[in-house]
């Protein structure tokens, strides 16, 4: 393993999630545009890829491309499924999930990651109709995240999720840059 590389960067290569409240209507539909877009991006990135290529990490010790994949499947369906408790119950406090422990699952570790790609693009139209529906007053309906003892509003977690795309896109295109040799 090579150890010239700086471990943080190489986590996280767009930079650690920037604070997304106070969003603007503007940051709003610009995150929602990443969103959006996010399913064909993935697609795009790993379609042709071989199974070789699918168990290339992004870091030392880190996620292999089809973890990232399978990751990404189910962080936003979570993700979805926050939203809609936000939206139909007064300040929720939602499920988190032990998401490195999911990552070692069978299907979180499947070399066939066509699957999460179908969830990504289901998941993401539903959200993406829902997000675009959103008044103002619904984008400031909140839910709490225990995990950090957190009370976040739909606006910045969708700030947070545009991030999240965009980081792990970030880390499928590392790991395909370094051929996972770390």
């Known amino acids: 393993?090579?150890?010239?590389f700086d471990l943080e960067k190489l986590k996280f290569p767009i930079g650690k999630c920037p604070k997304?409240?106070?969003?603007?209507?503007n940051d709003v539909a610009t995150w929602i545009?990443?969103?959006?877009?996010?399913?064909?991006?993935i697609k795009n990135l790993t379609s042709n890829l071989s199974d070789e290529e699918l168990n290339w990490i992004y870091r030392p010790y880190?996620?292999?491309i089809k973890q990232v994949?399978?990751?990404c499947a189910d962080s936003h369906?979570?993700?979805f499924i926050r939203f809609k408790l936000a939206l139909t119950e007064d300040v929720p406090t939602i499920k988190p999930y032990e998401e490195q422990?999911?990552?070692?699952l069978v299907d979180g570790n499947s070399n066939a990651i066509s699957p999460s790609i179908q969830?990504?693009?289901?998941?993401?139209?539903?959200?993406?109709l829902l997000l675009k529906s959103l008044k103002e007053n619904e984008l400031k309906r909140q839910f709490i995240h225990p995990a950090n003892i957190k009370i976040l509003s739909l606006d910045e977690t969708i700030g947070v999720y545009a991030w999240h795309c965009n980081h792990h896109l970030a880390h499928i295109e590392q790991a395909l840059k370094y051929k996972g040799q770390f």
Do not use: C, Y
Request: no cysteine; net charge negative.
């Open 33 to 41: 545009a990443t969103i959006e877009q996010f399913p064909a991006k």
């Open 119 to 128: 969830i990504i693009e289901g998941v993401h139209a539903r959200w993406v």
């Open 77 to 79: 369906i979570n993700s």
């Open 101 to 104: 422990l999911w990552a070692e």
């Open 1 to 4: 393993m090579k150890t010239n």
């Open 62 to 64: 880190g996620w292999s």
């Open 69 to 71: 994949v399978h990751h």
């Open 20 to 25: 997304t409240d106070d969003a603007s209507p």
